[in-house]
């Protein structure tokens, strides 16, 4: 994969969140239907389409990305934490920590570390 496309009732809103917290803060590009694309170092683009509809979501629905260690995972918990954003969710064990926040629309966005297929 190698986008993901969103509703969200304020892009200004999410582009802020995405590029302060996730690192997609390379320069957007607003397509003529109003969709705003932002994009990571690693050319993952994230699209944002306007909507004025709730967002609302499966109980199990969420996306994420992998960190290399699991003191960045930590380092994102207390950054997010100290800005106020919702934590959903937290798993800090010897071969899984995971964090879950909400995004200004709600959906949660997970931040985990495992380790690789060799340990």
Same mark, same amino acid.
């Given at each position: 994969?190698?986008?993901?496309?969103?509703?969200?009732?304020?892009?200004?809103?999410?582009?802020?969140?995405?590029?302060?917290?996730?690192?997609?803060?390379?320069?957007?590009?607003?397509?003529?239907?109003?969709? *705003? @694309?932002?994009?990571?170092?690693?050319?993952?683009?994230?699209?944002?389409?306007?909507?004025?509809?709730?967002?609302?979501?499966?109980?199990?629905?969420?996306?994420?990305?992998? *960190?290399?260690?699991?003191?960045?995972?930590?380092?994102?918990?207390?950054?997010? @934490?100290?800005?106020?954003?919702?934590?959903?969710?937290? +798993?800090?064990?010897?071969?899984?920590?995971?964090?879950?926040? *909400?995004?200004?629309?709600?959906?949660?966005?997970?931040?985990? +570390?495992?380790?690789?297929?060799?340990?």
């Amino acid at each position: 994969m190698d986008h993901l496309a969103l509703a969200v009732s304020d892009q200004g809103r999410s582009q802020r969140f995405y590029a302060t917290y996730l690192g997609f803060d390379a320069p957007p590009r607003e397509y003529s239907d109003g969709v *705003l @694309m932002l994009y990571n170092s690693e050319g993952f683009a994230l699209a944002l389409g306007p909507s004025d509809e709730p967002v609302r979501m499966p109980r199990f629905f969420h996306f994420g990305m992998g *960190l290399p260690t699991p003191e960045d995972v930590r380092s994102f918990r207390d950054r997010v @934490m100290a800005d106020g954003i919702a934590i959903v969710e937290e +798993w800090d064990e010897p071969d899984y920590v995971s964090v879950k926040c *909400l995004d200004p629309d709600g959906y949660v966005v997970e931040v985990s +570390w495992e380790p690789g297929p060799s340990g």
